[in-house]
Nanobody, 124 residues
Framework: QVQLVESGGGLVQAGGSLRLSCVAS????????MGWFRQAPGKEREFVAFISWSGGATYDADSVKDRFTISRDNAKNTVYLQMNSLKPEDTAVYFC?????????????????WGQGTQVTVSS
């Protein structure tokens, strides 16, 4: 059974930075693309970024482009999301997830396992 545990969330002022981590266990992490999603209160869960199995390809949502960076360390079974220049509209619960494909996609239904999420709150 695949388990994903996110950490690194918290309260930060606008313009600040946070680094989220997601540790995977119980599966073939190094052969799977990984993604980050977020869900704000009353809104649908939305795509943030994905990274391919090797880390050679990444893709970010337009809303976070040039501010967020996804990366991974396969030796540590960990995927990261570095978030800079945070805005109040980035406030949400952030989830990591395992993609069924090695190359990565932005489609929520392509993700098979999900973590419990970590809260990120950005104050103005």
């Amino acid at each position: 059974q695949v388990q994903l545990v996110e950490s690194g969330g918290g309260l930060v002022q606008a313009g600040g930075s946070l680094r989220l981590s997601c540790v995977a266990s119980g599966g073939t992490f190094s052969s799977s693309a990984m993604g980050w999603f977020r869900q704000a209160p009353g809104k649908e869960r939305e795509f943030v970024a994905f990274i391919s199995w090797s880390g050679g390809a990444t893709y970010d949502a337009d809303s976070v482009k040039d501010r967020f960076t996804i990366s991974r360390d396969n030796a540590k079974n960990t995927v990261y999301l570095q978030m800079n220049s945070l805005k109040p509209e980035d406030t949400a619960v952030y989830f990591c997830a395992v993609n069924r494909y090695p190359w990565g996609t932005a489609k929520k239904s392509d993700y098979t396992y999900w973590g419990q999420g970590t809260q990120v709150t950005v104050s103005s």
